[in-house]
């Protein structure tokens, strides 16, 4: 009896214990050098001198925002000892401090608030609105400088505030891509629109390729359009409307992993229009999953080495860490942000306060930066002009077709 | 046109058949799904959030092994899942058996965070890649219908996964035992059977489901995550509630109608009404136990503890 009652004590203290780690992860601030992903501190042996530059932060170091939060974090370790072995910035080091936002919206906000009270002075946020925007608005309200990564239009000066910059060229670019790239280089004329409605990417994003589609190739020529959740087991009823229209494409507005079964399951039934995707289908870690792949197109976020299924950044992890990382975008952009924040500091003379680099970054031209070149102006902080790497996939092999800049972009939030 | 033009203008016979054919796919996997909460529940009053835990292990199980033959991978497979399943009834539910129904929940919840996050920290969250059998992924082509052979396979599997269970649960002194244990527990314990003997075959009997729900669902996907479980457990627990509770004739019928209500609804809803496909799908379900609180069909067992 007496065993039976430690027993469900303990089962308690354990239910108890789980949501106290799901509850409370700010007190427990984690540096780089904590970090799992880490092989190194980023401030030591470093030829520099003068006080670090202080960087925070809010990434989803546990929960399933690991898997794009890691290889982002990892991305700002490469780029800050690279600029520490190189001297620093002005002769400052970058220092990384880190909060564990735990894949968890409302955690965001106190990594945010909490890296704000420990004085760093820029942050970094988890690549996505809705899990990085808050912290973003706590770095806002101090007048700091937050970057994040996120195709939500939202993900700018008018969604988070004036002091918020995004290193990533956002929907209204992607879908100016896979609409104009589609119908200028691969005839499509009439495509089937299959939107996963899980995440505001996504479904954002087949909204835009829909409005930009009837304004390019005219109203009433979608042969239909559809819907789907990630995680749905099945999309047979989806795929039994796109055989039965007069489609002649099949646009998927959808991220891994149901982006890749929903290919899976298109492919299976014998469907075997052209396919484009989008570029959360970046990297090969998903493609064994669609035996045999072929005519099917992403557009891949652009980076300073071209090629994006090619990228020297690969290499870098690989010596760190034994193995490649298996979602590539988010390492360049946060690789990326790091770089925008050293030149942005070093032409504000070394000021790192956010009204100085708000100053400077606000009159970027075409600037040169890991992510390919950035424009931003005091009403858009997203770079909404800059092309996308088109990328092919044939028999299960990923091909780099070149850079594509759309003609125009849809009007929106930026 | 107008999307409501165009769902209505798609809707030929060929189109209503391939409609059956995937309600009766989908319905299969759901029905799997429910069976193995349902016969849980009808034993030892446990809603097993788990159970969603016990296919995702299996999913993994698969994309780890999948240099082995396929049989030998599915067997792997049944057998690792039914261990895990036996552990999890010896380890964390025996201990709590007498337990009150929320204290058994809460233990369900605290196993399924568990074995979540021990996947997360040992392979991290980024989806899992495989392709189980590129036979699985092909379709048989009957005229213009084209039938996906996993649908197949999923169908006949079903259809011998109930009857193997029909006949274990009518025919086998164990399962006369646990058809007692389910109408009422305590006179089947009066009467000689044994719990402990009981519930760990109903878990290993649902362990054996879950990993044939992993086999169908990374046949179809190719891809596990640590939160797949997830979405199983959920329309589950649907089904079973539906079907009516405890009820495992009703847990199959509740997840063939979710099945079909899903395949009808994605068709029939003009896309703008796509997003609300789910809640309308609850609503229907919710509007159905406002006529028949007890379920479709009412488990025995039910009526005394009411």
Not at chain 1, 22 to 46: C, H
Not at chain 2, 45 to 73: Q, R, T
Request: aromatic letters at 8%.
């Amino acid at each position: 009896m007496h065993r039976s009652i430690a027993l469900r004590l303990m089962a308690v203290i354990s239910v108890l214990a789980l949501a106290a780690c799901g509850a409370n992860g700010a007190s427990t601030p984690t540096t780089a050098e904590a970090s799992p992903s880490t092989t190194a501190g980023t401030a030591t042996n470093s030829p520099t001198s003068g006080d670090p530059i202080v960087i925070g932060l809010s990434k989803g170091i546990t929960g399933w925002w690991v898997a794009f939060d890691g290889p982002g974090l990892l991305g700002a370790q490469i780029a800050a000892d690279e600029i520490n072995d190189a001297g620093g910035v002005g002769g400052r080091p970058i220092e990384l401090e880190v909060c564990d936002a735990k894949s968890d919206v409302n955690q965001a906000a106190a990594c945010g608030l909490e890296l704000v009270e420990k004085g760093v002075d820029m942050m970094l946020t988890t690549c996505d609105y809705d899990f990085g925007g808050p912290a973003a608005r706590e770095a806002n309200k101090v007048n700091m400088v937050s970057i994040g990564c996120a195709g939500a239009t939202n993900f700018g000066v008018q969604g988070i505030g004036p002091y918020h910059y995004n290193t990533y060229a956002g929907n209204p670019a992607e879908a100016a891509t896979i609409v104009e790239y589609g119908y200028k280089e691969l005839g499509f004329r009439k495509p089937y629109l299959l939107a996963d409605l899980t995440i505001e990417y996504s479904k954002n994003l087949c909204e835009l390729v829909e409005e930009h589609w009837n304004s390019v190739a005219g109203e009433g020529t979608i042969a239909g359009k559809d819907t789907f959740m990630n995680d749905d087991p099945s999309i047979a009823a989806q795929i039994s409307k796109v055989k039965a229209s007069d489609a002649d494409s099949v646009i998927v507005c959808s991220f891994i992993p149901g982006g890749g079964s929903a290919l899976r399951q298109i492919r299976g039934e014998g469907i075997d229009l052209p396919i484009f995707g989008t570029s959360s289908f970046d990297g090969d870690y998903w493609i064994e999953a669609v035996p045999g792949l072929s005519d099917f197109h992403y557009p891949a976020p652009l980076s300073q080495w071209g090629d994006p299924t090619d990228n020297p950044l690969i290499d870098k992890v690989i010596e760190r860490n034994g193995a490649p990382p298996d979602v590539f975008t988010y390492l360049l952009h946060d690789y990326s942000a790091i770089y925008i924040l050293k030149t942005a500091i070093e032409q504000a003379n070394g000021a790192t306060d956010g009204d100085s680099l708000k100053a400077v970054l606000d009159t970027w031209v075409n600037q040169d930066t890991p992510t390919g070149p950035t424009t931003y102006t005091p009403e858009c902080h997203i770079p909404l002009d800059r092309p996308f790497g088109i990328v092919k996939i044939t028999d299960g092999v990923r091909e780099y077709l070149g850079d594509f800049k759309p003609e125009s972009v849809p009007p929106s939030n930026c | 046109m107008t999307d409501t033009a165009m769902s209505l203008a798609v809707i030929t016979p060929e189109f209503l058949a391939q409609a059956v054919i995937d309600s009766i796919s989908v319905g299969s996997i759901y029905a799997l799904f429910a069976l193995g909460i349902a016969l849980i529940f009808g034993i030892m009053g446990l809603m097993n959030f788990a159970h969603g835990e016990l296919i995702m292990v299996g999913a993994y199980i698969l994309v780890l092994g999948k240099d082995l033959p396929l049989v030998s991978l599915v067997a792997v497979c049944v057998v690792a899942v039914v261990l895990l399943a036996l552990l999890l009834e010896r380890v964390a539910f025996r201990p709590v058996r007498q337990a009150t129904p929320a204290t058994l929940l809460v233990t369900s919840f605290a196993v399924s965070f568990l074995l979540q996050n021990l996947i997360i920290q040992t392979f991290g969250s980024v989806p899992r890649i495989t392709n189980l059998s590129t036979t699985l992924s092909e379709a048989f082509t009957i005229g213009s219908l084209s039938i996906p052979k996993l649908n197949v396979i999923t169908v006949v599997l079903t259809i011998m996964l109930l009857t193997s269970l029909t006949l274990f649960l009518g025919r086998s002194s164990i399962g006369v035992q646990m058809r007692a244990s389910a109408e009422d527990f305590l006179m089947a314990r009066l009467l000689g059977v044994k719990a402990n003997h009981v519930i760990a075959t109903a878990f290993a009997v649902s362990g054996l489901l879950a990993a044939v729900a992993a086999v169908l669902i990374i046949g179809r996907t190719g891809s596990a995550t640590p939160t797949m479980g997830l979405y199983p457990v959920l329309y589950a627990f649907i089904a079973t509630i539906l079907g009516g509770i405890g009820s495992l004739t009703g847990a199959v019928l509740g997840g063939y109608l979710l099945g079909g209500l899903t395949v009808a609804l994605q068709v029939a809803l003009p896309v703008e009404l796509q997003p609300f496909r789910d809640a309308l799908m609850f609503g229907i379900v919710f509007a159905v136990l406002v006529f028949r609180p007890q379920g479709l069909i009412e488990a025995k067992s039910m009526e005394s503890r009411v």
